[in-house]
């Protein structure tokens, strides 16, 4: 949905907090909200049989990034001094919706909407959220391009550039840690991914491999 890719270093561990599926800066993403999405999850992924490709045992990591980016995104765009109106949501829905609708059509399927946003591992009820997330970045790029849309390949490539960066700090501002029964986050790829088992709270980054010591905080 939309480019996510930036190298991190490893960061440290702390303690597991009792019921909490990630800690995010100040944000406790409790283990009832992530089990309630997944609920949601699987319950709708139950009316397209066939349809969905993340499979229940991979849903609980596929929701939980989704909840940690939406609180990336908000602290993205709060140090870029943006809010978004209602109405500016309802863009980003319906903008998210046409994304959806254009994919499975290139993809020769009939465009459903629910199993679409199945297919990224989102419970069709957060689709709001989404669209959040997309008119927060429409309106970091608008701010970046000089007040408007980027329509070249050079407004894209320089607005690209400043996306990934501000994430980028965003995320390492937050202090990200995982609870391991989920596994770990990979800041590369901006996804919850299996890889650790300790009793600790996990802020790694990287492919899923042994911890290192190498570097303790994001490199922006």
């Known amino acids: 949905m939309a480019a996510l890719g930036v190298s991190l270093l490893l960061s440290a561990c702390s303690p597991v907090q009792v019921g909490a599926a990630a800690i995010v800066g100040n944000q406790r993403i409790t283990q009832s909200t992530l089990d309630t999405q997944v609920s949601s999850f699987n319950d709708a992924a139950a009316d397209y049989p066939g349809q969905v490709q993340v ?35 309802q863009a980003g829905t319906v903008s998210i919706e046409q994304q959806i609708a254009q994919e499975e059509s290139q993809a020769g399927v009939s465009p459903n909407l629910n199993a679409g946003l199945l297919n990224v591992g989102l419970p069709p009820q957060m689709l709001p959220d989404l669209g959040k997330y997309q008119a927060q970045l429409d309106a970091f790029a608008v701010k970046v391009n000089g007040g408007k849309l980027p329509t070249t390949t050079a407004e894209n490539s320089a607005v690209d550039t400043a996306v990934t960066k501000a994430r980028c700090t965003a995320a390492k501002s937050l202090s990200i840690q995982v609870n391991p029964q989920y596994g770990q986050f990979n800041y590369t790829q901006y996804a919850v991914q299996s890889g650790t088992s300790d009793n600790t709270l996990s802020a790694l980054s990287g492919p899923p491999v042994k911890p290192s010591t190498a570097g303790l905080t994001p490199a922006c």
């Not at 609980?60 to 109405?87: C, H, K, N, Y």
Request: charged fraction near 15%.
């Open 55 to 89: 499979t229940a045992a991979e849903a609980p990591a596929a929701v939980l990034t989704w909840l940690i980016l939406f609180a990336i995104e908000d602290r993205m765009a709060s140090d870029a001094g943006i809010t978004v109106s209602q109405a500016d949501i």
